[in-house]
């Protein structure tokens, strides 16, 4: 109980400190969607012959007329009342269009992170267990490599593999196969919503067109997980627990895996965050090579069509994401380790 | 460089040929970027559509696009514009990492704080989607792209050069160097800065990997550079559309050429921190 009080404690001053960083991600994506070329005034205007009367009604309206400090008030009052503009291109409001397209990137962004993981331990810890064996080897050089492979040259051989040449990959269009029933929504993700339904047949559709984009992104992150894992675990190995724990006859297993493995998690726990950033920014260099609908692709069709309120939605939306990822990896952390205090 | 430190190089370098082999594989690239544009055996942007889509023959080693233009040509003559886009933005933010880091770490008090925030608010981003929206913020042009991969470089340089100022702020040499009538601003450029640059400049190699990586992304995208100009990720971008049909050639060649690299540079800039700073060796 008191270990739930401190964890809540601590989260809570930890979000309190991520307020200001927060606010400055406002100010910022405000200042720089007002760099932003082109007036949106004109764009909301009837159509391309709208007179200047109409523009300057429209501006009016928009509070564009006002000085800037005065719009960022404007701006803020709007994001507290959960109002990021509307979409030109969909014509609905921004907030609607992420939220129906925000389960899709996630779902691929945490798959892919499963997969990550589920690579990266074991390949680091075998790494760790043999030094400069055979093993070590081939794992400093997939990790080398997967850092240099970028993700949509990796995703576009994938297709080129499994798809063209293998045929075992679906067509490498969107989240399910369009001749495939779509489960009922009711989270929105796919893989979960086709449990929920039972329907093993969708299911296996949605899995079959993930696995190619969480793989890709997967590749990408899995060097410095492993290395990390590698490099914590071979420190950890040496140390005097590890010899009391052969010492008093536990099985190599469990020293390894229960006493090694738990201390060793803590590095590897702190990179979290900048593994996720880096996931978020891959995750839109995927959806656009498979065509994935989620907030990414999204955001990438509106400023390539110059609509600007989805992109300052999206942006938005990603700094908070990462915001409270990091705010998560640092209340894991504290579980984790708890001789860790904030500051 | 004195015979003993030459030794020391090449001690290194015995031990770790990888670091060798990487350096000459970036001088390469580098001859490749100069030279290449003179030396290619097509016009990369004349079409010639009647032999579009043709796989790698020995007339066109690396096959032809959908306009019938010379992949190899073109993943050639891309170098260079790839290298500059990477060497600009990285050399632009170590410049302005490194004074504004120094001046952070060195002043202490209010600048700090400001500093320090403004890094904060630009590591909350996911850096790349920062670039992202500021290509797309200040306009789909060249010299954009080089301006956002330098401001998601900074951070790093910045927080680099404050911490190393600020463990150096009362050494004893700094304090004489005040002491005899050095303004702070000659002290901070002069004495402290190229104390600190070394070690900083290790991290350049590194990170133009990263930068051709966040270029390329960003090009692949549509953002920056524009066809017909050849840049690997625009090349790698018009390749996608013919991937499903299996015209594997658009896409693995200009891939190929930044993963080589990335790699090379990669690998340089682990042997260099080796040399430089066997501090940090792993």
């Given amino acids: ?343 | 460089m004195s015979t003993a430190t030459l030794r020391h190089v090449g001690f290194i370098l015995r031990g770790n040929p990888v670091t060798l082999v990487a350096g000459c594989g970036a001088l390469f690239l580098v001859l490749v970027a100069i030279f290449g544009p003179s030396l290619v055996p097509f016009d990369p942007t004349t079409s010639n559509v009647p032999r579009a889509l043709q796989p790698p023959s020995a007339t066109h080693w690396f096959g032809t696009d959908q306009l019938g233009r010379d992949v190899f040509s073109r993943v050639v003559v891309a170098t260079r514009l790839d290298l500059l886009i990477a060497a600009s933005a990285v050399s632009l933010s170590f410049v302005l990492g490194a004074v504004i880091g120094a001046f952070s770490g060195y002043s202490g008090g209010t600048l700090d704080r400001w500093v320090g925030r403004f890094v904060d608010v630009l590591m909350a981003f996911p850096l790349f989607v920062l670039a992202m929206a500021m290509v797309a913020a200040l306009g789909n042009r060249v010299e954009n792209i080089i301006y956002a991969t330098a401001i998601i470089n900074l951070p790093f340089y910045i927080r680099f050069a404050r911490a190393e100022v600020n463990v150096r702020r009362s050494a004893g040499w700094v304090e004489a160097a005040r002491a005899s009538g050095n303004s702070h601003a000659r002290v901070v450029l002069l004495y402290l800065l190229p104390n600190v640059l070394p070690a900083m400049a290790v991290q350049i190699s590194l990170n133009l990997g990263w930068a051709i990586l966040n270029a390329a992304g960003l090009s692949f995208l549509g953002l920056g550079v524009r066809p017909p100009t050849p840049e690997w990720g625009i090349l790698v971008a018009e390749g996608a559309r013919f991937i499903t049909t299996g015209k594997w050639w658009l896409v693995m060649f200009p891939g190929m050429a930044l993963m080589f690299a990335v790699l090379c540079f990669n690998l340089l800039g682990d042997g260099l921190r080796d040399i430089l700073d066997p501090r940090m060796r792993t």
């Fill in chain 1, 1 to 343: 109980m008191a270990m739930a009080a401190t964890i809540a404690k601590r989260a809570g001053r930890r979000f309190l400190s991520s307020l200001p960083a927060l606010f400055g991600v406002v100010v910022f994506t405000f200042l720089l969607m007002r760099v932003l070329p082109g007036d949106p005034a004109i764009f909301f205007a009837s159509g391309p012959n709208a007179g200047q009367a109409e523009i300057d009604e429209i501006r009016r309206q928009m509070g564009l007329d006002k000085p800037i400090p005065e719009q960022l008030i404007y701006y803020l009052r709007d994001i507290t009342t959960g109002n990021l503009g509307r979409s030109m291109t969909t014509g609905q409001t921004v907030v609607k269009d992420l939220v129906t397209r925000l389960p899709a990137s996630l779902e691929l962004t945490f798959v892919a992170l499963m997969l990550a993981l589920s690579t990266a331990l074991p390949l680091g810890i075998m790494a760790a267990l043999r030094p400069n064996s055979a093993v070590d080897h081939v794992v400093r050089f997939l990790c080398t490599l997967g850092v240099c492979v970028p993700t949509f040259v990796s995703g576009l051989l994938f297709i080129y593999g499994f798809y063209y040449l293998l045929g075992l990959a679906p067509d490498p269009t969107g989240r399910i196969d369009i001749f495939a029933s779509q489960p009922p929504t009711v989270t929105g993700f796919m893989l979960v919503d086709s449990l929920i339904a039972r329907d093993s047949e969708a299911f296996v559709a949605v899995a079959s067109q993930l696995v190619l984009p969480a793989c890709t992104m997967a590749l990408f992150v899995l060097a410095p997980l492993a290395r990390m894992t590698r490099a914590s675990m071979l420190a950890v190995l040496t140390s005097d627990f590890v010899r009391t724990g052969e010492a008093l006859g536990l099985s190599r297993l469990r020293v390894i895996l229960v006493y090694a493995l738990r201390n060793a998690l803590l590095p590897v726990i702190t990179i979290m965050g900048i593994v996720f950033s880096t996931m978020l920014g891959a995750n839109v260099l995927v959806e656009k090579v498979f065509s994935w609908p989620g907030v990414a692709s999204y955001a990438l069709d509106a400023l390539l069509a110059s609509d600007y309120a989805p992109v300052q939605g999206f942006v938005l939306l990603m700094a908070t994401i990462f915001v409270m990822v990091n705010l998560t990896v640092d209340v894991l952390y504290g579980i984790a380790d708890p001789r860790v205090t904030i500051e």
